[in-house]
């Protein structure tokens, strides 16, 4: 073989060892239109213990655009970081007002999340991507169908790896795993441990499965289920105690969203976590199939609370991204 022949493939052989190097995604245009009032038809902004700061509806003709599951804002509220359940990753900037309301997004970009081999998932109950967490420069994604965890570079998400399940696959259902995954502050009872929690999957007595990564079987604890609502997502406060986002589902025009506050310190192995509804709503209120939440610190020292919802890819149903302000020692309560 001639040197040129060999030094090409070399190389060839250098690439298919290493994967599809990471490249920056074209944008995608994101159209947006406002959301001023959460409640129809009423100006009021106080929700329990919430207070409605803005919102949006948006879309794209990139049909990659469906099924966000998850988001994480970065550098205080000014980008975001989203994972798909079709498998992709959705990032870019939060458009806002003069008054800082959001009303739209900038710089969107789209791009298959990879698998180890350095390839696009190839079916469905691969790509399912429900839970995402930023651990330092880390992101973790947590998988439904197929269930699993792993851990990718979040600056540029490339070959992944893999993170040891803390909950036995056999006790996961294929469509009601892992769908919460959260870091927790360092400052924390937890010492920034991450947690996940299933949407579904309970245990004997019908609470959900949940647990501290990195404590194997011995991290296990669970969170009491009520019957018609299932958990999405969930977040840490910056004090350490746990905000859990749940969906109810009773047939089209039933929906609704609530969201528990649990302790800090109940969040142990072994322990049956609860905590009060901070907020609850339903179809009177701008709502959707809400999938992700997170939490962060606006300039003025605010905690801030992020929502965006899944359209299953549906003409029916519509991608919604809401912001709201914690009240602490605000009364919780329903949304009337």
Do not use: C, H
Not at 34 to 57: K, V
Request: glycine share 12%.
């Amino acid at each position: 073989m001639s040197r040129s022949r060999l030094r090409a493939a070399t190389a060839l052989a250098l690439l298919l060892t290493l994967g599809p190097a990471w490249a920056e995604p074209a944008a995608t245009r994101i159209d947006a239109q406002g959301i001023g009032q959460f409640r129809i038809g009423s100006a009021e902004t106080r929700f329990g213990a919430l207070d409605y700061l803005g919102g949006f509806s948006y879309r794209s003709n990139d049909q990659r655009l469906e099924g966000v599951s998850a988001i994480r804002m970065q550098e205080g509220g000014r980008r975001f970081l989203t994972v798909t359940d079709t498998g992709y990753w959705f990032r870019g900037a939060i458009r806002r007002d003069a008054s800082g309301r959001p009303v739209g997004m900038d710089d969107a970009r789209i791009d298959p999340i990879l698998d180890a081999s350095g390839a696009p998932p190839r079916r469905k109950g691969e790509a399912d991507a429900e839970g995402l967490a930023l651990d330092g420069d880390s992101a973790l994604v947590s998988f439904e169908r197929d269930a699993r965890i792993e851990r990718f570079d979040a600056a540029r998400p490339g070959r992944p790896t893999a993170v040891p399940l803390p909950i036995p696959k056999r006790e996961l259902r294929s469509n009601g795993g892992l769908e919460t995954i959260a870091v927790s502050p360092k400052s924390s009872p937890l010492e920034g441990a991450a947690i996940v929690v299933a949407e579904q999957s309970i245990d004997g007595a019908g609470n959900l499965l949940a647990a501290i990564l990195g404590r194997g079987d011995a991290g296990q604890f669970t969170v009491r289920k009520d019957k018609v609502w299932s958990a999405t997502d969930g977040a840490f406060l910056p004090g350490g105690d746990f905000l859990l986002l749940e969906r109810r589902y009773e047939g089209f025009g039933r929906i609704g969203m609530r969201i528990r506050r649990i302790a800090a310190a109940a969040i142990r192995p072994g322990a049956l976590v609860d905590g009060p509804v901070i907020m609850e709503a339903d179809f009177g209120n701008e709502i959707d199939n809400m999938e992700g939440l997170d939490v962060w610190t606006n300039e003025r020292g605010e905690t801030i609370l992020s929502l965006v919802s899944d359209d299953n890819g549906s003409f029916f149903q519509r991608n919604l991204y809401l912001e709201f302000r914690l009240r602490e020692g605000a009364q919780a309560g329903r949304t009337p």
